[in-house]
């Protein structure tokens, strides 16, 4: 099964473009790529998911590179709620990881 | 429509006890989720049903853990004898399928929170 890599932490400012990273290196040819994000103390949310095309819905945009080894998840204008901790998954893997604490500051 | 639910949302009890807990799905989701959540860690799952078939139970962490799924219906996960290391958040999610492609969106309940004392 693929495994996801993510930086544990990022900042960014109120109103501004966040970009979370992902690599998934060893993801299948068929293989999704799902986001969550998980609210302190809630059970996670879908955000969104893709697989050769980039993406985009009421809540962000998945851009995902050409040879599909990484992905970025873009929230284009950060609200203080958008703290939480964001979970890239690749479909087979049932294993969310430690995922990406994005910290949005006022 | 509803959503998932789970209950109890918070369960104290004494090590060595069993302990249930419920999971109620979305209403014709055929597939269902056990995760783990230890605190400031990530989700461990657990196991996955189709229907009420679990293919894939390697990552129950013992045998002391179990869990059974009525149809496309309530699931319950059992733990024996419990001990502190079983403290945790324990997530339950549902999605329209699974196939062999991956999972179809999952939708997570609140979580139980367990407490062995």
């Known amino acids: 099964d693929a495994k996801t890599t993510q930086p544990p932490s990022m900042d960014c400012a109120e109103g501004r473009a966040a970009n979370l990273p992902c690599n998934h290196s060893?993801?299948?040819?068929?293989?999704?790529v799902y986001w969550y994000r998980q609210i302190h103390s809630q059970g996670p949310q879908y955000i969104i998911h893709?697989?050769?095309n980039n993406e985009t819905n009421e809540m962000a945009s998945l851009i995902i590179t050409e040879d599909r080894k990484s992905s970025t998840l873009i929230l284009p204008h950060a609200t203080l709620r958008d703290t939480a901790v964001y979970y890239c998954v690749s479909a087979r893997q049932l294993t969310f990881g430690s995922g990406t604490q994005l910290t949005v500051l006022p | 429509g509803a959503g998932v639910s789970q209950s109890p949302s918070n369960k104290v009890t004494e090590k060595g006890k069993d302990v249930e807990l419920r999971c109620d799905p979305i209403?014709?989701?055929?597939?269902l989720y056990w995760y783990r959540q230890r605190l400031g860690q990530g989700l461990e799952f657990l196991i996955y049903f189709q229907g009420n078939s679990a293919p894939d139970k390697s990552g129950l962490p013992s045998d002391r853990f179990s869990a059974e799924r009525t149809g496309e219906s309530v699931s319950t996960l059992t733990i024996q004898r419990t001990q502190q290391e079983d403290s945790a958040v324990y997530l339950c999610a549902s999605s329209l399928y699974w196939t062999f492609e991956g999972s179809y969106e999952q939708y997570f309940g609140p979580g139980t929170r367990l407490t062995v004392t």
């Open positions: 060893t993801i299948s040819g068929n293989e999704y």
């Open positions: 209403s014709g989701h055929t597939a």
């Open positions: 893709g697989l050769k």
